[in-house]
């Protein structure tokens, strides 16, 4: 091999490189590996790189967004020459910050937070094409239930640099707020005996899950409604993150059974100590019951009853997003602490939590990208990502990149003691269907 080929060229091998790939670092601007990590793992997640380059392609509008930007990273490293090095995101950076003023510092921000504002915005961007109307910067990505934050179920919390990491940008401490929303999904609720559902403690247009006590267990990120005809129409951000959970309840007084649909464009979960991803998502739909101060108004009884709830999904989506809630707000220390248990997530995943009714139960997965959190609290971290890539792994460390082994994934699961001690562990998990591949 010639003198200007990369380290990273020589681990694969000039016959194993992947033809037409490209392995692009990026470039940190002071506290934007949180935006990094995400957009590595979009990046490498082959149904959304190909329609946003697809984008490119075909938009010819002047105006500049946030997707065009995007699309312009995307193309820029698709196209460049060499086959590995690093791009400095700049114009994507600005315009970031410009359609939302969290992003307009230099604190570090929540890599969840990031990607749920990125999806729904593009998301509105394309909508907003579509009439040739103005998109309303203000109103998305503030629709996650609870700050997801680096913190989880209520975070926004920041992170700064882990000391030790390979990136030499400077982080610093902070701490971010995001609006909570009440912005409804479109849904449908239906019961057995042909009448309307609502209920205290039920998801009443939201997507928290309560569990018996009122207690936050589990949340998605909701899908901003649309208005009107045109916009009723998917986009091609629902057809690739696009899934729908039911919601069953049932009047433990008459036995009336009523549901409701929910779309989903991630399924944010718990984690307990030693569990899998399969585990914490069979927990998602466990059957709770609604008693006490939290129960279910029945139309049937024209009363509040106690009631059995569970969630299941009931349409997988293409690239199933999965957030794990590694950031809780603990009373008895009055801040967020970061919950490094260790959870097992495999290189291949069914789900099992799944309707009867649902549309592709048997769908298969496959781990393309997780997203990585290293730190021992919310306020002082660092994100990173890991990517699957025509049979290789690769260690996405902003402008920094990496072969790995897949045996190194297990070194992201997490702890099984001492759970305060920093640790690297997955904090948000991107699985392609296999059909789709």
């Given amino acids: 091999m010639g003198a200007n080929v990369s380290q990273l060229e020589r681990e694969i091998g000039t016959d194993l490189f992947p033809p037409n790939e490209h392995y692009f670092g990026l470039v940190n601007f002071g506290n934007t590996c949180y935006s990094n990590s995400v957009l590595q793992a979009l990046y490498f997640c082959k149904p959304f790189r190909e329609k946003v380059l697809e984008y490119k392609a075909k938009n010819k509008r002047p105006k500049e967004t946030l997707l065009s930007c995007l699309a312009d990273l995307f193309y820029s490293i698709a196209t460049q020459k060499k086959k590995v090095g690093s791009i400095a995101p700049k114009k994507f950076i600005t315009r970031l ?107 009443n ?19 901003l409604p649309t208005t009107n005809g045109a916009n009723s129409e998917p986009t091609w951000v629902h057809e690739i993150f696009q899934g729908i959970l039911t919601s069953e309840t049932r009047c433990l007084n008459c036995e009336t059974v009523s549901s409701k649909d929910e779309n989903f464009f991630d399924l944010q979960v718990d984690v307990d100590q030693n569990t899998s991803i399969t585990h914490c ?60 248990h260790r959870v097992v997530f495999p290189l291949e995943l069914r789900l099992f939590n799944t309707s009867d009714d649902a549309v592709n139960p048997d769908r298969l997965y496959d781990l393309t990208a997780v997203v990585i959190h290293c730190g021992s609290g919310p306020n002082r971290g660092h994100y990173i990502s890991i990517v699957k890539s025509h049979g290789l792994w690769l260690l996405f460390d902003d402008d920094m990149v990496d072969k790995i082994e897949a045996s190194t994934i297990e070194d992201f699961y997490g702890l099984t003691s001492d759970i305060h001690k920093s640790s690297e562990t997955g904090y948000i998990l991107f699985y392609q269907s296999r059909d789709c591949a």
């Fill in 97 to 203: 910050r410009k359609e939302k003023e969290e992003f307009d510092n230099y604190m570090q921000q929540d890599a969840h937070e990031f990607l749920n504002f990125l999806i729904n915005h593009i998301n509105e961007i394309i909508l907003a094409e579509r009439n040739a109307g103005p998109v309303n910067s203000n109103n998305n990505g503030n629709n996650s239930h609870g700050k997801s934050g680096a913190g989880g179920a209520s975070g926004g919390t920041s992170a700064v640099h882990l000391p030790g990491s390979k990136s030499n940008s400077s982080h610093s401490n902070s701490t971010t707020n995001s609006t909570n929303s009440n912005s409804n999904s479109n849904s449908n609720s239906t019961t057995t005996n042909g009448n309307s559902s609502n209920s205290t403690g039920s998801l």
């Fill in 281 to 340: 998502l069979r927990c998602f739909s466990n059957t709770e019951t609604l008693c006490s101060d939290n129960k279910f108004k029945c139309d049937n009884c024209c009363s509040y009853q106690e009631a059995q709830k569970r969630m299941r999904v009931k349409k997988l989506p293409m690239i199933l997003a999965l957030h794990l809630k590694r950031f809780k707000y603990m009373e008895q220390f009055n801040r967020h602490i970061k919950v490094s």
């Fill in 205 to 223: 247009g939201t997507t928290s899950v309560l569990d018996g006590s009122g207690i936050l267990t589990a949340t998605t990120t909701p899908i």
